[in-house]
């Protein structure tokens, strides 16, 4: 079937959203026969998750990205003309039809998934009514029109629903729906306050035991020299292995078979080293770690306890503590003293960390004002939300794997 045959069999009250869609898709890369398929429901336009994107919501937000696009225009022409010295590219840049289709559609593509899982939903009833009303607005604003200029109710009906589909108008309200709750501001507690404010007064000095096999092999391999006769053995017993007629001299193997030698004693040194590790109990010091691996620690003072994830160490290097498990271990042993509080075995990334606390310091503070306390509440509420409401949408975008099959890049008209 062909466009035109197609707009016959639609009927003429759907000519001009038929027109919207296909002048959509020709400044597109779709070819004719592609979009000839694409409105007779026989073609993908894209996905989000199970949902297909169809024609009429395509021609809808290519529209809306089209207006975009020209206000723009018009408002960089008005920039030009009061300062035509001024290079605007790099505060408005080119406008990109493609990023601007993508991020509308994956947007409310993904809000409205999670109105539905939330258990939301607008009914097409509802939205029936709404372009009723609309319709009405219209049809009561053409006072000033000759009657044969005016439009009745049933055609601004049509064309208030061709323009923006019932189906594009609950998904839209659904999105709706989603934004409004996900940007509530959560509940702060005035303790969650005044436990931040202490928390950047806190100060600790830090030792840290951090390894993983390859750092505990290395370690280990230093304290390790192979006898000659040891070196001997190992050579003689590989010429064997792999025959005497490809074996090289002693003098040229000896330094080749030491280091396979010490790696080969480290790695069994290396699986007592961690039996030993094991062993240990309660009363523990970063000592007997030192002691047992031969690792020494690596030391920081007067760390905030706000940096915990960021600790600079005399080595150069940055230690991370701000790990679940490990806030889970030393958070409760915190308190104002001088006494070492021993924390280990914990992992952070690849690292096996061993940590002593010491000289810990938990000032005073002063109590915040009424007007603070209200307006952190409020900023840390805020602050939460956003960072609540943008885990949310990055998970659903990256579930819903958002495809769109038509290419925008030449579209510059």
Known sequence: MNVSELIKKLGAGLVIVILIMMMALMFTNVSM?????????????????????????????YEGCKEMRTRQEIQLAQYREQMPDMDFSQFMPQFNMEDCMRRYLEQ??????IARRLGLGVSEEFVQREILEQAREYEQSQQTLLDEDKMDLREWYQLLANRHPVEVRQRERMAQMASEILSRPLHVSAARIRAEESATEITMNVRVIRYNDTILLNELKE???PTEEEIRAKYEEERQEFGEENARPYADERSFVRERLRTEQARARMAQVKSQLGALREGATLEDVTRITGIQPSTATAVNLTDLSSIPMQDGTYTDLAVPEMLQALLPEL???????????????????YVEVSNVRIPPIAPLSAETLAADREAEGQALTAQYSDFIMTEEKRRGNFQLHVNLENDLN
């Open 33 to 61: 026969d592609d979009i000839s398929r694409i409105l007779a429901g026989g073609g993908k336009i894209g996905s989000f998750g199970d949902n297909e994107i169809d024609a009429q919501t395509f021609g809808y937000y």
């Open 108 to 113: 409310t593509f993904a809000l409205a998934t």
């Open 223 to 225: 304290s390790i020299e």
């Open 335 to 353: 308190r104002a003293s001088t006494d070492a509080i021993f924390v280990g075995p914990q992992e952070s990334g690849e690292m096996v960390l």
